[in-house]
T-cell receptor, first 116, second 111 residues
Framework: EAEVAQSPRYKITEKSQAVAFWCDPI?????LYWYRQILGQGPELLVQ????????DSQLPKDRFSAERLKGVDSTLKIQPAELGDSAMYLC??????????????FGEGSRLTVL | SQQGEEDPQALSIQEGENATMNCSYK?????LQWYRQNSGRGLVHLIL?????REKHSGRLRVTLDTSKKSSSLLITASRAADTASYFC???????????FGSGTRLQVQP
């Protein structure tokens, strides 16, 4: 069964360091999402891509976060510099372009970030 | 920001009992979805109900939607220990493409 791949699964870093997360969506899925989930809360959207274009990055803290999906396939989310408050699970999800308004998202297992 | 608020925040029941979780949201929606998340893992889609539907079933799951009250409920019948997880409602707002998630209900099913 096709899956959304994410790496690394766990990352521990010190504040002010740079960190990057990678996501490979299900083959053929045109829409890719990055969500952040703080422990005990629901996921919150950071950025949405349609193919290689950013559709919504209104909640992305652009002073320190960046995201790209250069060839419209895999994606990288970067944080520089990391702050203590960035400790969270970073979830990648994808959906097929033809989903219409169904909107079912397929999630990866997430990348757990701890900033010390 | 989170669209939905879920109630209760935590629920503990015995195996075989039914579990009911509620979700309230704020804006007009196209559909409402429920997801499950095991501890430390990604989310898995459970069921979707469209704004023009009032009730939907899938196996042991029953979802209701009341758009006039902007609320939904998820019922899990004959619960099992393996149902222990967090459950989130998510809405696709009209005019927006991404899903907005609620705060979740943590369900513990005691064997």
């Amino acid at each position: 069964e096709a899956e959304v791949a994410q790496s690394p699964r766990y990352k521990i870093t010190e504040k002010s360091q740079a960190v990057a997360f990678w996501c490979d969506p299900i083959s053929g899925h045109a829409t890719l999402y990055w969500y952040r989930q703080i422990l005990g809360q629901g996921p919150e959207l950071l950025v949405q891509f349609q193919d290689e274009s950013v559709v919504d990055d209104s909640q992305l803290p652009k002073d320190r976060f960046s995201a790209e999906r250069l060839k419209g396939v895999d994606s990288t989310l970067k944080i520089q510099p990391a702050e203590l408050g960035d400790s969270a699970m970073y979830l990648c999800a994808s959906s097929p372009k033809t989903s219409g308004d169904t909107g079912e998202l397929f999630f990866g297992e997430g990348s757990r970030l701890t900033v010390l | 920001s989170q669209q939905g608020e879920e109630d209760p925040q935590a629920l503990s029941i015995q195996e075989g009992e039914n579990a009911t979780m509620n979700c309230s949201y704020k804006t007009s929606i196209n559909n409402l979805q429920w997801y499950r998340q095991n501890s430390g893992r990604g989310l898995v889609h459970l069921i979707l109900i469209r704004s023009n539907e009032r009730e939907k079933h899938s196996g042991r799951l029953r979802v209701t939607l009341d758009t006039s009250k902007k609320s939904s409920s998820l019922l899990i019948t004959a619960s099992r220990a393996a149902d222990t997880a967090s459950y989130f409602c998510a809405t696709r707002d009209t005019g927006r493409r991404a899903l907005t998630f609620g705060s979740g209900t943590r369900l513990q099913v005691q064997p």
